[in-house]
């Protein structure tokens, strides 16, 4: 993989899991896993009825374990004593609070879940919001939320992917929809949504990535078999089609598009406790979820939600926001 030296400004050493502007060009370095196997490259990313599979179980399965708001991604502990729906809230304010929002601009949210990071921005800062789903199931729910609200901002949601879309927005939030991406599309999704922003956009990437060889080897982690399995479960049963990037793959090919990468943000602990609290909450609920779905569909999450919270907890993923500028 052949990377190009940074521009002016990208990023120093990572310091208590962020990395900062530091003025100065570095050349990154070059980019190399274990995880990242030679077929990988070649896969699409997931399609809509991969993405369907997932998401549109059954909006009553989610809510059974999920916060109010039905966020599925990493809640974000600003405090020890959060509750679930608090957490999700901050890493939502966490997220739009990096884009630098002024009332009255258009935010795009690819990938935009059940609608909360929309609902925020609309209530905290007075933005018109566009949001793009494959989901069928979650369309329909922010559809009802959107007419519920009394905002005269323009509030719209998509059945559509982005790479059809194509509208000029001032400012952009992609939470846990790039894992869905193949390797072969980042340079068009970082290009695609650098052009659709004006000369002071923002880009707020929120994505899981995996551990360099440099990173596995500083951990001490044992490739096991184990392992190996479990993420080959997630990727075929869970997000079939999906792969995850190095933090190193994310910032060459938004640099290669012309961002500058101005932070990035670990919250790898708090994914581990948000899964654990995912966990718990479907274990507790498995009778429910179990009449609305199927036995098989229940232990299939709890395998995903036990494991990938020691994948988090034990250093074998990790999970990121990478703030991509304009300048």
């Known amino acids: 993989m052949h990377w ?4 002016t400004g990208v990023l120093s050493e990572s310091v208590q899991g962020e990395s900062n502007v530091t003025g100065r060009a570095v050349k990154a ?3 190399q896993s274990k995880w ?11 399609d809509a009825d991969e993405v369907r599979s997932h998401y549109d179980i059954s909006n009553e399965f989610f809510r059974l ?4 708001n039905q966020v599925y991604s990493c809640a974000y502990f600003e405090r020890d004593d959060m509750s679930l729906e608090e957490a999700q809230m901050a890493k939502i304010d966490l997220s739009l609070g990096k884009l630098g929002l002024q ?3 258009t935010l795009l949210d690819i990938g935009c879940g059940w609608g909360a990071a929309m609902m925020r921005a609309i209530e905290k800062y007075d933005v018109n919001v566009i949001g793009l789903t494959l989901s069928h199931n979650q369309k329909e729910h922010i559809e009802r939320l959107f007419a519920e609200s009394d905002s005269p901002r323009t509030k719209e949601v998509r059945l559509q992917p982005w790479e059809e879309f194509d509208e000029p927005v001032d400012r952009i939030v992609s939470i846990g929809a790039f894992e869905h991406f193949g390797f072969g599309k980042y340079d068009d999704y970082f290009k695609r949504t650098y052009n659709l922003m004006p000369a002071d956009g923002v880009m707020l990437l929120h994505t899981i990535i995996i551990p360099s060889d440099a990173e596995v080897k500083e951990r001490k982690l044992p490739l096991l078999m ?3 399995r479990f993420i080959k479960f997630i990727l075929d049963e869970i997000y079939p089609g999906g792969r995850l990037p190095l933090a ?3 910032e060459e090919h938004a640099v290669k598009a012309g961002y ?4 990035r943000q670990s919250l790898r602990p708090h994914y581990a406790r948000t899964l654990d609290t995912w966990a718990a909450n479907l274990e507790s609920k498995k009778d429910e979820a179990i009449a609305v779905t199927s036995t098989e569909v229940y232990e299939r999450f709890m395998k995903y939600l036990t494991g990938c919270a020691d994948l988090f907890r034990n250093g074998y993923t990790d999970v990121c926001q990478f703030t991509c500028e304009k300048r």
């Open 4 to 7: 190009a030296p940074a521009p």
């Open 29 to 31: 370095p070059v980019a």
């Open 36 to 46: 990242l196997s030679e077929s990988a490259t070649k896969i699409a990313g997931s």
């Open 65 to 68: 374990w999920q916060d109010r």
């Open 103 to 105: 009332p009255g601009m």
């Open 226 to 228: 184990s392992t190996v």
């Open 248 to 250: 190193a793959q994310v």
């Open 260 to 263: 500058t990468v101005t932070r």
